[in-house]
Nanobody, 124 residues
Framework: QVQLVESGGGLVQPGGSLRLSCAASGNIFSIEVMGWYRQAPGKQRELVARVIYGRSGGMTDYADSVKGRFAFSRDNAKNTGYLQMNSLQPEDTAVYYC???????????????WGQGTQVTVSS
């Protein structure tokens, strides 16, 4: 069984920063995709940042709204992904979800997992 556990959310003033963490644990052979999505009240879940790992070593996609402010990184040894969020604005307020597509074993079967979500609130 695989679990994704997020942490680091909270309340921050506009212009502030937060760092989210997503720790993947359990039967993990390889992580093919890891990323963050968010869902604001009354809106659909949207991609924030995602890394697709492969021969290139990983290509990161960012939503246009967060480019230049957010940065994704990963500690491979810990199977943990991070989302550094700077210059936060009220429109960044949402529940942030970690997502991973991975192989539990050396077979070609991929599975997708979601974390439970962590609330980020940007308000003065």
């Amino acid at each position: 069984q695989v679990q994704l556990v997020e942490s680091g959310g909270g309340l921050v003033q506009p212009g502030g920063s937060l760092r989210l963490s997503c720790a993947a644990s359990g039967n993990i052979f390889s992580i093919e995709v890891m990323g963050w999505y968010r869902q604001a009240p009354g809106k659909q879940r949207e991609l924030v940042a995602r890394v697709i790992y492969g021969r290139s070593g990983g290509m990161t996609d960012y939503a246009d709204s967060v480019k230049g402010r957010f940065a994704f990184s990963r500690d491979n040894a810990k199977n943990t992904g991070y989302l550094q969020m700077n210059s936060l604005q009220p429109e960044d307020t949402a529940v942030y979800y970690c997502n991973a597509v991975l192989r539990p074993t050396s077979t070609d079967i991929l599975y997708e997992y979601w974390g439970q979500g962590t609330q980020v609130t940007v308000s003065s």
